[in-house]
């Protein structure tokens, strides 16, 4: 599953590398706006219903037909939404151009719908072969077709070319990969509609903690600023929200299996989540200080003005992580109202203080507000799940500790480092230069970890389960 999203990610990257020269901010400001308004439908019409079947090991046919009638019937409400209200929104935010947008996007939406609930079983029986190739695929067919029709158009009709084609190459691919046929009918949809409510509320409680943020930006800054932060958010997701999603994704069915096994379940957890931040963290931390290295290699000069945003976001990822981690129990033990509740709790101290900071046009203020509240909530949830399955606070304290205490060693190193080596805007030299210290630093962290790991006797996490694997496959 790693594999799956890091395969789909370089995809990403290479796609953003080359769009970020053929398109200009604006294009992808306006885009980030549209899909912004498009997400406030979609969440609000999102009750995860794959997340129901997957949880339910006993679901039957006429589960999977009301869940896939249910996501027909809320994508058209969708599209009709939003070619109802394409004249309104445009004149809302002074945008003639989304009268272009909507419509498209609400070809999208149907699309989407039609998509066969039947692939969710690739997750539920852990068929990862299946799911690699299926999302592989879209994201080929994506990266194809806006890659083209940035070379002809030049315009954010690429962008909406892309996501279009790529919706529909899913759609079509869901049929040809796996042979469940749906059919209408609500038979069944209320047990889906319990376990789902709670994911609808967080769905909602996601939206206002990130895609609401881009309507508050749009409303006060021009489609620019919104554009840097918008793809500045994307490269930062690619070290943290990306590589936890896939890993969340294959935890939450073999969690799911374990709910009658508590033991099991809590030695999985704390070792996923050791191993989840050795990684993560190291990454998010390189990046947000490499940060004028990755902006100027991936995106260009014209996007190094945003650079400093690529620094807060990823350090803000690095606690996302680790908070994160936690969502797969609580969904898999079927509580996701604990999942909810600790999303409200972040909204409640995250909307209002990042639009007193907009609003007052201090952009790197707000985003600082979205760094702090992602450890505030790291430490809820952590906090949270320790109580309701007796876990201790040092039993998921100390392998974090160790890779944050290394990961922090390894800040000052890449410090000093770009002090001594800054950027000289020559991508040759620039790519060869980061690539040289980024893999100077990692050298740095693994021997740090390794050393807190020793000193601390060698306790049980990701330096042991790490160790374990390379020995089998040595051994073999």
Known sequence: MVCLKLSVRAIGLVSTVI???LLIPADFGLVALAMSFYAILDVLTTFNFDMALIQNQKATRDDYNAA???NLLMTIGIAIILLSSMSYVSDLFNEPRLMYVFPMMAIMSFLEGLTNIGVVDFRKELELRKEFKYEVSKKVLAFIVTVSAAIYFRSYWALLTGMVVGQLG???LSYIMHPFR????LKGA??????????LMNNVLFFVNTRL????IGSYYPSKVLGHVSVIKDIAEMTTAELVWPIQRALFPGYSKLTNNPTALVNNFLGSLSVISFVGVPLAVMIAFFNEYVVFIILGDQWLEAAWMLRIMCLAGAFNLI???TASVFFATGRPKIVTMIALFLAVIRLPVFFYFIANKELEAALYTLLVTSALRTCVSLITIGRIHT?????MLAPIGRTFLAAFITMFAIVSLTQWFPLQQAILLDLITVIGMGLLCSVVYLIMHYLFWYLFAKPKGAETIILNFVKSKLNH
């Open 19 to 21: 769009l970020a020269r």
């Open 68 to 70: 896939w009638t249910m």
């Open 170 to 172: 899913g759609t079509t």
């Open 182 to 185: 749906p059919r209408l009918s």
């Open 190 to 199: 209320s047990a889906l509609l319990n376990f789902s409510k709670w994911l």
């Open 213 to 216: 943020m881009n309507l508050i």
């Open 323 to 325: 908070g994160a981690a």
């Open 391 to 395: 876990i201790s606070l040092l039993a």
